[in-house]
């Protein structure tokens, strides 16, 4: 049985026409009737000083829908680890868990957009250093018995508890996106699940999960598909138009998120994005080849071909959280992988 | 009309005997109950690395409560500025804002426990200076048009747009608790709410408000009552032997937050809290000049003093967070207020 859950990155390029008051509201709604159409999870960005209101405090966000709904996993994908005291977040993540009943899985990343690295004044040379650091921050403190002290060149801690407990023991699911056979081992050695992009056709998917498969048996423990979840664009599309608009949408947003890794000047290093602006065509043979396009008949066997990879967990990203495509992808896609 | 809130420091005493997240969730339970028994406002504490289970990350269990509630206003006494990045901190803020559809009251504060001082390794003496930072950050991401950069000692923003934007305008109310005659005119000066604490006695309380509303109207401004609040200890007691056992668990509590405040060798200078250790005899002393104790006939004496002082709006604590004592208080002392 295929489990689909929804990445919540896109809902807020409404954001431009309607008040954040709005779109927090919508969305909420958009995420309870996921949770209704059985939906599995929600896995949520963290974005700041975008400008067009993309969710900033994400956990806070999270949490408030711990308590609006019942079975849905809360995911973050991804926290940026780099910008958050490492105490604080591992409160406000433990609290999100808690109230929520255990159902929160915790996606974290180091961050790549240069307006990002730039406003919080962090060099993204200190990205990965950062990251590690509260990674080994969070696990003392999750698993330490009573108190302890860390120290390092970027945090000090002397003699603290952090509280509350999780609900999940050790700790929630961590989850990291990776995508070269490097980091997808890396992952595998270091106790994180798997979060594979919307980047990349179903051969690169199955080879993924086969790298992280091996890592995970070469370790003599058992490989669950559950902790391997893959990101998709979903663009419903049933008529050529459709689909001509869907490619626009997404031709959009892929030069949307290129824009906000890169500097202004664009020489700028970012961190593991494209670097190159992509043609329009290019662009639209990368959507007809990763993402979910088409009508529902095409979709399912989309989804067909990730599957037969190894597949067994797919996140749906839906560009205009559109609750039409929500309920369509619910109704018509979904049983055919229920049993 | 007098209005009453809950302040919620006390529930998390029982940790020792429960989980973390029986604490937590009977506390909500708790504010539930005290929304629809009429309260006005629930302000809760921030703090860390107790070991006891005290709410650490408040704004996260704030929102939380938000989509438990419709009505009661949903406050901080007192978020602790200086552990915060300022502007994770006013994203946090005002998301809880507009979830809660404008209701959040931001209390703020510089902190005074040497072991979170200690655990966090900020040195005490920068407390003050941090927490002016951060209130100059918040004020100026609340009302600046567009993009803003903030350069000081302890944090550096660049070029930044805090998101999403509060519902209250131009922010959340926010609320300094004073004591001394000094700072509450610098609260009245500064455009702050003003929260009295739990010590003192009604003519202490009556000469506190009496301080704010000279220096509000020096300024040509309209004083309004709902801006100053006043927490005190609620004790209900019907007998001698009852109020011979509120008067011991305050003097726990008294005693319980002096040795929070202190340095394990008790000479560390605190941040305005009193160094010296009080006997019980001083401790009871103080329970009865200042606290609500007593059968609900002798509460409603002691309020209505309050009152002929001048104030309106009270925050009660109730160091065992009883259902009945909560539900007493509103059954039984809340109506001598109500028309």
Chains 1, 2 share one sequence.
Request: charged residues 20%; proline residues 5%; hydrophobic residues 40%.
């Amino acid at each position: 049985m295929m489990k689909f859950g929804l990445f919540g990155g896109a809902r807020t390029d409404a954001g431009e026409q309607a008040s954040d008051s709005q779109i927090y509201t919508d969305y909420v709604d958009y995420i309870c009737e996921a949770e209704e159409l059985g939906f599995h999870s929600v896995f949520l960005v963290e974005h700041h000083f975008t400008g067009f209101g993309q969710v900033s405090a994400t956990l806070s966000f999270l949490t408030y829908l711990a308590a609006k709904t019942r079975t849905i996993r809360l995911g973050t994908a991804v926290l940026v680890v780099p910008w958050h005291n490492p105490a604080l977040l591992t409160e406000q993540a433990a609290t999100l868990d808690l109230l929520s009943n255990g159902r929160f899985d915790f996606g974290i990343g180091k961050g790549y957009r240069w307006g990002e690295f730039h406003g919080f004044c962090i060099p993204m040379e200190e990205a990965e250093e950062r990251y590690h650091d509260t990674v080994t921050f969070m696990r003392k403190a999750w698993t330490s018995a009573g108190r302890f002290s860390h120290h390092s060149k970027f945090w000090d801690f002397e003699d603290v508890v952090i509280e509350p407990a999780p609900v999940q023991k050790p700790h929630p699911p961590l989850w990291v996106g990776a995508a070269s056979p490097n980091s997808i081992r890396y992952a595998a050695d270091n106790g994180f699940n798997l979060l594979l992009g919307q980047a990349g056709g179903p051969e690169t998917v199955a080879e993924g999960i086969s790298i992280y498969r091996r890592a995970i048996e070469a370790q003599g423990r058992v490989f669950d598909p559950a902790t391997v979840g893959c990101t998709r664009a979903l663009l419903i599309a049933n008529t050529a138009a459709e689909r001509e608009a869907a490619r626009d949408i997404r031709a959009k947003f892929m030069a949307n998120v290129q824009s906000l890794s890169l500097s202004p000047t664009g020489d700028t290093p970012t961190l593991g994005r494209p670097r190159k602006m992509l043609s329009r065509a290019e662009m639209d043979e990368l959507t007809e080849r990763d993402a979910l396009i088409g009508p529902p008949e095409e979709i399912i066997q989309r989804l067909k071909a990730l599957q037969a990879g190894g597949l067994e967990y797919v996140m749906v990203m839906d560009f205009t959280a559109s609750r039409e495509h929500l309920r369509t992808f619910a109704r018509e896609v979904m049983p055919a992988f229920a049993e």
